[in-house]
């Protein structure tokens, strides 16, 4: 399908996509909080990432994000810090 096909052709250039939205992660979304390391949510980028390119849902990246924190994570963060990170995510 044509999102497998672009994320597939897209492998080389998808750093920038990986640092924009590993930033936000860390910068914004960072449940744990506490001055954790940069590359602390580099395992949540690519599942991220394959979101936006399948154009999900905003509710999607944000259920995506909700469960990660919460029973991932074991950190859950606030509706309010998740819209603005899913938004952030959305306009990438």
């Given at each position: 399908d044509y999102a497998r096909h672009r994320?597939?052709?897209?492998a080389e250039g998808m750093s920038a996509d990986f640092r924009s939205i590993r930033k936000i992660l860390w910068e914004?979304?960072?449940p744990i909080g506490c001055g954790v390391p940069a590359d602390e949510y580099d395992d949540y980028v690519g599942p991220t990432l394959?979101?936006?390119?399948?154009?999900?849902p905003r509710d999607a990246v944000a259920a995506y994000l909700?469960?990660?924190?919460?029973?991932?994570?074991?950190?859950?963060?606030?509706?309010?810090?998740?819209?603005q990170v899913v938004a952030k995510l959305m306009a990438l």
């Amino acid at each position: 399908d044509y999102a497998r096909h672009r994320f597939a052709r897209d492998a080389e250039g998808m750093s920038a996509d990986f640092r924009s939205i590993r930033k936000i992660l860390w910068e914004e979304w960072d449940p744990i909080g506490c001055g954790v390391p940069a590359d602390e949510y580099d395992d949540y980028v690519g599942p991220t990432l394959r979101l936006l390119i399948e154009k999900a849902p905003r509710d999607a990246v944000a259920a995506y994000l909700r469960e990660t924190a919460a029973d991932t994570i074991g950190c859950p963060v606030s509706e309010e810090k998740l819209a603005q990170v899913v938004a952030k995510l959305m306009a990438l």
